[in-house]
């Protein structure tokens, strides 16, 4: 028991990048999870981590030793689950990253059914647009809606993500509707902090490239506060349609320059490489992936 139990808190170190916060995560003693880790190197007669003050690292048998024992983990989990139940019961702690908006209003119906597919699973949610750092903060898996050119972790596509301008009746009474994407110089523009001083790049019906430098009227690094905006007549807002689609279907908000396209990004499911996926990761990613599949609900007639 003391082997396996020194072998697990050593996946904790691994996936938390450090002695300390993987003590935080399990909620024991720093001086607990050091002593683990030297017991199973004793043990072992083999260092297996490299330790500064600020950061662990794997040595070479270290790498070596976390993989097996990853899967050896996994397996564990899985068949213990096989064996109580004619099915696979999902047990443990499973903690999720997920953006704000996207998050509320469209995967919480998806999590509560499987939770209630696996009652004995605890779930442990994170609702925020802030950068998660998977292995650092000690996530399993973060839903994430970007353009993944390149990253560290492994991507699950879920959804496309399409970006689309909108502004309220009112306002483009006031205001008449741009022309080109040019014409936004001379409109209350609304948009996410994140692309302030960033080009607006728009696609003619040709497929050339029309990058414009915008300054805003409001910018905020939600959503559905900005869709508010433009419905209450403060500007045009760039918006994706899975924030704007109800208000777009509704005549509350109408599309502008749609002979022009914007960049799409995707939601994704993501975990870390370095990570062997437990049955309770699998399942929930597998459950995700098939809920999404085909047309996203929300662009359909927008």
């Known amino acids: 028991m003391g082997q396996f139990e020194n072998m697990m808190t ?30 199973l190197e004793g043990r072992l007669d083999v260092q297996l981590m490299n330790r500064t003050t600020r950061k662990s690292s794997l040595t070479e ?26 099915k696979v019961l999902l047990q443990g702690e499973l ?3 997920l953006p704000l908006s996207f998050g ?6 998806i999590i509560n059914e499987f939770a209630d597919l696996h009652p004995d699973l605890v779930m442990n949610l994170d609702f925020s647009d802030r950068h998660i750092d998977l292995v650092e903060d000690g996530f399993d898996v973060a839903i994430r809606i970007a353009d993944l050119k390149d990253s560290s ?72 506060f900005l869709k508010e905006a433009a419905l209450s007549g403060q500007g045009i807002a760039r918006l994706p349609t899975f924030v704007a689609y109800k208000d777009l279907k509704s005549g509350k908000l109408e599309r502008v320059l749609t002979d022009y396209t914007s960049p799409s990004l995707n939601a994704y499911a993501l975990y870390p490489q370095t990570r062997h996926l437990s049955a309770r990761v699998r ?3 597998d459950f995700l992936t098939d809920k999404f ?8 007639g927008v």
């Open 61 to 86: 048998a270290g790498q070596s030793y976390y993989q097996r024992a990853s899967q050896i983990l996994a397996d564990l989990d899985e068949l213990n689950a096989v064996t109580s139940k004619a």
């Open 104 to 109: 509320l209003q469209h995967l919480v119906p």
């Open 95 to 97: 903690r999720i990253a």
């Open 153 to 224: 972790h492994i991507a699950r596509k879920l959804a496309p993500i399409r970006i689309i301008l909108c502004a309220s009746p009112d306002y483009l009474k006031k205001h008449p509707a741009p022309k080109t994407p040019k014409d936004l110089k001379d409109h209350d523009v609304l948009q996410y902090i994140s692309t302030s001083g960033v080009p607006w790049v728009f696609s003619d019906p040709k497929g050339k490239k029309i990058p414009v430098r915008l300054s805003g009227k409001m910018s905020s690094n939600n959503g559905d």
């Open 283 to 285: 399942a929930f990613i």
């Open 10 to 39: 050593f996946t904790k170190i691994v996936h938390a990048g450090s002695i300390s916060r993987a003590a935080d995560q399990m909620n024991i003693a720093k001086s607990v999870v050091s002593r683990r880790l030297k017991d």
């Open 293 to 300: 599949k085909g047309e996203p609900y929300w662009d359909e």
